[in-house]
């Protein structure tokens, strides 16, 4: 495999790290999220050191995966966190991040979220609008504090990703345009509730090159020294997150080569630099294990038909994503050369496949396979559609083994659902 990851094959058998996976699935079920605890650390690692000579900020981004004993292992290695909801603040939190280390994007924050945030001490609100702004400058008065604050600055610039994990392109609801930006920093000695340290550039996700995220920062760079011009005291860049890993057969540009090429340009705007990565860091770092329930044939297609769905992990049903899939157990030839697969969810939806037309060899009932590239965007993802329960996770450090989130029960599927006696007596 070409995968940089602790997912290996020791006598044909699947390991994460020192731990055969089919011994964690027969423990706790299927399906199972397994995570490498030295995946996480050696990717946060690499991103630390390319970019060591900035020393930057990297808040890993909370989205990309929740769970709250990766988000405290990633904050013990350094890591501060990027939150979209007043629920992920909780959760930066009570992962212990400290809250200096905390940033805030999201078009829609509630007054509520940003009263929290500036309750606890945030680093830095990445601001999607001028009326946010506002809002925030209010706030923050309010409560005689001064709020610093990035301006997300939409750059229109083409990520060449998926349309849906583009964001930095004219037209999409994200950030602020160059000439809206000019015209805050213009009048921003007026907002004495917000102080704008810096600007902010998301473009997207799954980025594979860094051309994009260096034509933005030329026009972020541009909009800089505008605003240092006009008295702005704008010492921050963040680049937000975005950087590609491989799923099939893409060559992303390593931390170190994403560093030469961005490098020069921050160094030439004396900015201190944040980083938000949030699939770099897990994507590779997790797979989805399911078991195979039936393997059926109609109209000459052969399915195998697994306990794990679209519910699970979405990415292939709603991006088209590549995931790939192999067997768990000691590959087996099959025989005939029929060993060809579809891999299917049992969920009443067609786009529940997880892999089409794949070579698995032979598979048959009651085997394991492991979908990889699932660490990411995966549990986050998931939902409790056809009344299924969300999976159980377990993180994995060399030998050692251990749950960091239950499976959930069907006690859980109920939990909010209230009979009104009132209108159903
Ligand atoms: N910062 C901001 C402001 C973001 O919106 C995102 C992701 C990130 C950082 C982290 O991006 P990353 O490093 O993970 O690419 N569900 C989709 C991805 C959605 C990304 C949303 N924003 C998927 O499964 O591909």
């Known amino acids: 495999m070409q995968y940089p990851h602790d997912f290996h094959r020791v006598r044909g058998a699947l390991y994460c790290e020192r731990v055969p996976v089919a011994r964690i699935a027969s423990e706790v079920g299927t399906p199972v999220y397994i995570y490498s605890h030295k995946t996480l650390v050696e990717h946060l690692a690499k991103l630390q050191q390319?970019?060591?000579?900035?020393?930057?900020?990297?808040?890993?981004?909370?989205?990309a995966n929740g769970n709250l004993a990766i988000l405290k292992l990633l904050v013990k290695h350094g890591a501060g966190l990027d939150i979209v909801s007043g629920g992920e603040l909780y959760k930066a939190l009570q992962a212990g991040c400290p809250s200096s280390k905390i940033v805030f994007a999201s078009?829609?924050?509630?007054?509520?979220?940003?009263?929290?945030?500036?309750?606890?001490?945030i680093f830095c609100f990445n601001v999607e609008s001028e009326p946010e702004l506002e809002s925030i400058h209010a706030i923050a008065r309010a409560m005689g504090k001064v709020a610093r604050v990035a301006l997300r600055v939409n750059p229109d610039v083409e990520a060449h990703t998926h349309?849906?994990?583009?964001?930095?392109?004219?037209?999409?609801?994200?950030?602020?345009?160059?000439?809206?930006?000019?015209?805050?920093?213009?009048?921003?000695?007026?907002l004495s509730g917000v102080r704008i340290i810096g600007i902010h550039l998301h473009i997207g996700s799954q980025i594979t090159e860094a051309s994009?995220?260096?034509?933005?920062?030329?026009?972020?760079?541009?909009?800089?020294?505008?605003?240092?011009?006009?008295?702005?005291?704008?010492?921050?860049?963040?680049?937000?997150?975005?950087?590609?890993?491989?799923?099939?057969?893409e060559a992303p540009q390593t931390p170190k080569q994403f560093a030469a090429a961005v490098l020069p340009l921050l160094q030439s705007l004396h900015a201190r630099l944040i980083l938000e990565p949030g699939r770099f860091i897990v994507g590779n770092a997790g797979i989805l294990v399911t078991e195979v329930l039936y393997v059926k044939k109609a109209h000459g297609?052969?399915?195998?038909?697994?306990d794990a769905g679209m519910n699970d992990l979405i990415r292939p049903a709603l991006?088209?994503?590549?995931?790939?899939?192999i067997p768990v157990g000691v590959p087996r030839p099959s025989r005939n050369g029929h060993g060809r697969y579809d891999v299917v969810g049992p969920i009443c939806e067609s786009a529940d496949v997880f892999a089409r037309d794949r070579q698995l060899g032979a598979v048959g009932s009651g085997e394991l396979l492991a979908i990889l590239g699932a660490?990411?965007?995966?549990?986050?993802?998931?939902?409790?559609?056809?009344?299924?329960?969300?999976?159980?996770?377990?993180?994995?450090?060399?030998?050692?083994?251990?749950?960091?989130?239950?499976?959930e029960t069907r006690q859980d599927l109920i939990r909010y659902d209230v009979i009104p006696k009132a209108i159903l007596s």
């Open 50 to 63: 390319a970019f060591r000579a900035l020393a930057p900020l990297i808040c890993f981004s909370v989205k």
């Open 107 to 121: 078009v829609g924050k509630r007054p509520e979220e940003i009263r929290e945030s500036l309750r606890v001490g």
């Open 163 to 190: 349309r849906h994990i583009t964001t930095g392109i004219r037209g999409t609801k994200f950030g602020i345009d160059p000439k809206t930006a000019l015209a805050i920093f213009r009048r921003h000695s007026a």
């Open 212 to 249: 994009p995220f260096v034509q933005a920062i030329k026009r972020g760079a541009n909009v800089i020294r505008a605003g240092r011009r006009m008295g702005a005291p704008i010492d921050w860049i963040n680049l937000g997150g975005g950087l590609g890993i491989i799923y099939k057969d």
């Open 301 to 306: 297609t052969r399915f195998a038909v697994v």
């Open 319 to 325: 991006y088209g994503a590549y995931h790939e899939v």
């Open 375 to 407: 660490g990411a965007y995966g549990s986050t993802m998931a939902s409790n559609y056809n009344g299924r329960l969300r999976p159980v996770e377990v993180l994995v450090r060399g030998a050692r083994w251990a749950v960091i989130r239950r499976r």
